[in-house]
């Protein structure tokens, strides 16, 4: 099975810009008011960022070791794992950027606020999906014998 691609995390990524960016243009022109993004948001997505970026972690140190400390059971599931989590950091990475874009030239007392919160989710949806990359990588075994 191969990493996933640069094409398939853009692809994502550009369906996180334009829907994020919709969104507010979209509540706008229906009057309803738009959602902000609350720091709680960023600090959940932080979170799982930390979480993958330890399983990773855990996950080389054990690949690197012996292949009998990591069931094969246990290694499909970090890679499914890591595969959902990449798409979906890609997804939010967009999402957030979009929504902060949306706000830009916004004459509004809110929109810097909004903005900076989009902008640092965003950044907090990067790390979830540079921490699933790694993750990913880290449940490759090399072919050959194990390291003692």
Do not use: I, K
Not at 23 to 30: C, K, N, Q, T
Not at 78 to 101: E, K, M
Request: proline content about 3%.
């Amino acid at each position: 099975m191969r990493p996933l691609g640069p094409g398939v995390l853009t692809g994502w990524l550009v369906v996180g810009l334009v829907g994020g960016w919709l969104v507010r243009r979209a509540l706008g022109a229906l009057d309803v008011a738009v959602p902000a993004v609350s720091w709680t948001q960023v600090l959940v997505l932080a979170f799982v960022a930390a979480v993958l970026a330890g399983t990773a972690y855990a996950t080389r140190r054990s690949v690197e070791r012996t292949r009998a400390e990591l069931s094969a059971d246990h290694a499909v599931n970090r890679l499914v794992l890591a595969r959902a989590s990449a798409l979906v950091g890609a997804l939010l990475l967009g999402g957030y950027a979009g929504h902060a874009v949306s706000w830009m030239g916004a004459a509004s007392q809110v929109a810097d606020e909004r903005m900076l919160r989009a902008l640092v989710a965003a950044l907090a949806g990067a790390a979830v999906l540079v921490a699933a990359l790694l993750l990913e990588r880290a449940c490759r075994v090399r072919s050959g014998p194990p390291a003692a």
